[in-house]
């Protein structure tokens, strides 16, 4: 049974920075793309960072807009986990974290597994 269990959410001032893990289960994920997406009450769940496999040992990592340059999606398959690492956090990045498993893309429906989610709260 494939599980996606997301830890590492909290409460932080502006500015500050959290790491979220997600620890992936039932089968290696070496070869999907891992996505971190977020939802905000009353908004809909929208993309924050991918990474997908480019052959061999090659990752891609790709970002939305609102989160480039703060935000650092990586992954260590050894340990089937992923992790995003959130810096410089704003108000606006508060959230329901969601960690996800599937095909190379930005679009929600391109993943097949989910997790549970994780809350970020960032006060200012």
């Known amino acids: 049974q494939v599980q996606l269990v997301e830890s590492g959410g909290g409460l932080v001032q502006a500015g500050g920075s959290l790491r979220l893990a997600c620890a992936a289960s039932?089968?290696?994920?070496?070869?999907?793309?891992m996505g971190w997406f977020r939802q905000a009450p009353g908004k809909e769940r929208e993309f924050v960072a991918t990474?997908?496999?480019?052959?061999?040992?090659?990752?891609?990592?790709g970002y939305a807009d609102s989160v480039k340059g703060r935000f650092t999606i990586f992954r260590d398959n050894a340990k089937n986990m992923v992790y995003l690492q959130m810096n410089s956090l704003k108000p606006e990045d508060t959230a329901v974290y969601y960690c996800?498993?599937?095909?190379?893309?930005?679009?929600?429906?391109?993943?097949?597994?989910w997790g549970q989610g994780t809350q970020v709260t960032v006060s200012s």
């Open positions: 996800a498993a599937g095909r190379s893309s930005t679009a929600r429906q391109e993943y097949e597994y």
């Open positions: 990474t997908s496999w480019g052959g061999g040992t090659t990752y891609y990592a």
């Open positions: 039932g089968r290696t994920f070496t070869t999907d793309a």
